[in-house]
């Protein structure tokens, strides 16, 4: 495994807006800066909380966290700006079109002024968050299509190669490894002090999240038909492991132990059985969520795996979650929000007449979905789902974007890392996280 620290990678960035304020901004300022009472007595304003953004926690795993809400606080300020984007592999174009039946690649996750993301031709990059600037980059001779995670200083993931790698989140340099033996799709999942992730024999795997020791794994027989290449990632709560794999099946099992505790096996109408998005746990409501490329977008049981409800569509994007309703696209390009608790009642539905939807992501307002044919970036009202704002692209999207502090980080199918904020925002960069 190679690491280098580049200073610059010429990967076409654009200059980053001026925060210069202009003079009617200017005297805006000096409004907020005091009321006049009575011609009297001034009222000075904390200029920090007028102009940075308030820290948000940072979107440090796919989809957010291991109960893969993919939800954000907050809500994003139309219209959006493209405020950098940079090239992820250096040969151009290099990262190839996803075909049809193909699954996302890597997804950006930020951490402490720090987006990191994967290339399939070129390892695990680290980008600056505030100028789209090169920071280090990990090679390790094949490509990275799982989604990296972080946490204690650490980012975590897997790598065609076959093997799990964690580096240091300043250096890019390595802590442990582990070789699983075959290409690792999934995105790890980390809890309970452990680090969770499956290999494409769909082998499920728990180290120890500090040292890279191995704790267990679930070995299931090979599965010998044509599937969907990609492989879930597992998902966490109250000391149990949901994960999924290609004939359907769902388990729970014992976080410590990796012990099956109920195993459910989803029905499919069609060739491919694979539920590879991510699951989605609902714990208050008791309820896990997993969709069926050909099957159905399902609500079991946490505590049994049986099918509570089930919606007549099918596809392998993972679910959004907002405390409230699920949002889901399916594979004929349309985005749909779900009462989970009414047994799945549709809520609305929306046909954006599209090839191929991304999975949605969603804040306290609006959710999120890109396409690729056309390429826009779609954001909706999430109680309606009328369309708020359409942002063409000259570049396709497949995966899903990532929200940080109200802006949105997405990679195109051409292999550029966008970074898009509000036009007229108050600050043009975040520093750090906590």
């Given at each position: 495994m190679k690491k280098r620290n580049l200073r610059d990678n010429g990967g076409g960035i654009l200059r980053p807006a001026k925060a210069g304020l202009g003079m009617t901004n200017l005297f805006l300022l000096l409004a907020v800066l005091f009321s006049i009472e009575g011609c009297s007595r001034f009222q000075w304003i904390n200029l920090k909380e007028i102009f940075i953004p308030k820290a948000t926690p940072p979107w440090a795993t796919l989809h957010g966290g291991p109960l893969h809400w993919g939800y954000m606080p907050g809500e994003i300020s139309t219209p959006l700006k493209l405020h950098w984007v940079t090239a992820l592999s250096e040969q151009n174009g290099s990262i190839l079109r996803p075909q049809r039946f193909t699954l996302e690649n890597s997804r950006p996750t930020a951490y402490n002024g720090a987006i990191f993301v994967g290339s399939p031709t070129s390892g695990l990059v680290a980008i600056d968050w505030s100028k789209g600037k090169e920071l280090w980059r990990v090679e390790d001779g094949t490509g990275?299509?799982?989604?990296?995670?972080?946490?204690?200083?650490?980012?975590?993931?897997?790598?065609?190669?076959?093997?799990?790698?964690?580096?240091?989140?300043?250096?890019?340099?390595?802590?442990?490894?582990?070789?699983?033996?075959?290409?690792?799709?999934?995105?790890?999942?980390?809890?309970?002090?452990?680090?969770?992730?499956?290999?494409?024999?769909?082998?499920?795997?728990?180290?120890?999240?500090?040292?890279?020791?191995?704790?267990?794994?679930?070995?299931?027989?090979?599965?010998?038909?044509?599937?969907?290449?990609?492989?879930?990632?597992?998902?966490?709560?109250?000391?149990?492991?949901?994960?999924?794999?290609?004939?359907?099946?769902?388990?729970?099992?014992?976080?410590?132990?990796?012990?099956?505790?109920?195993?459910?096996?989803?029905?499919?109408?069609?060739?491919?059985?694979?539920?590879?998005?991510?699951?989605?746990?609902?714990?208050?409501?008791?309820?896990?969520?997993?969709a069926s490329f050909d099957g159905h977008l399902s609500g079991l049981s946490l505590d049994s795996?049986?099918?509570?409800?089930?919606?007549?569509?099918?596809?392998?994007?993972?679910?959004?979650?907002?405390?409230?309703?699920?949002?889901?696209?399916?594979?004929?390009?349309?985005?749909?929000?779900?009462?989970?608790?009414?047994?799945?009642?549709?809520?609305?539905?929306?046909?954006?007449?599209?090839?191929?939807?991304?999975?949605?992501?969603?804040?306290?307002?609006?959710?999120?979905?890109?396409?690729?044919?056309?390429?826009?970036?779609?954001?909706?009202?999430?109680?309606?789902?009328?369309?708020?704002?359409?942002?063409?692209?000259?570049?396709?999207?497949?995966?899903?974007?990532?929200?940080?502090?109200?802006?949105?980080?997405?990679?195109s199918e051409k292999g550029g890392l966008y970074r898009f904020r509000p036009r007229y925002s108050r600050a043009t960069y975040t520093t750090t996280w906590e």
């Open positions: 990275v299509e799982s989604t990296p995670a972080i946490a204690q200083d650490q980012v975590l993931f897997g790598a065609q190669n076959g093997t799990f790698y964690s580096v240091d989140s300043k250096t890019g340099d390595e802590n442990w490894r582990l070789d699983s033996g075959v290409e690792i799709l999934s995105s790890p999942t980390i809890a309970e002090g452990k680090v969770f992730f499956s290999n494409a024999r769909e082998s499920l795997y728990a180290l120890d999240l500090t040292t890279g020791e191995w704790l267990w794994q679930v070995d299931r027989e090979v599965f010998d038909k044509v599937t969907i290449r990609g492989t879930a990632s597992p998902a966490v709560d109250a000391g149990k492991v949901y994960h999924s794999f290609f004939d359907g099946s769902v388990l729970c099992l014992e976080a410590q132990t990796g012990n099956i505790l109920w195993e459910t096996k989803l029905p499919s109408e069609g060739q491919f059985t694979d539920v590879d998005g991510a699951l989605l746990l609902i714990p208050s409501l008791h309820q896990l969520v997993a795996g049986e099918i509570l409800w089930k919606l007549e569509s099918g596809g392998s994007s993972t679910a959004a979650y907002d405390g409230e309703w699920l949002y889901w696209t399916d594979r004929e390009g349309t985005l749909m929000a779900i009462d989970p608790s009414s047994n799945g009642q549709m809520v609305w539905e929306k046909n954006l007449h599209v090839e191929f939807l991304s999975a949605p992501v969603v804040n306290d307002s609006q959710v999120l979905v890109a396409s690729d044919d056309p390429e826009k970036i779609f954001l909706l009202d999430k109680k309606t789902g009328d369309i708020l704002e359409e942002s063409w692209i000259t570049s396709g999207f497949h995966q899903t974007p990532t929200l940080v502090d109200g802006n949105i980080l997405i990679v």
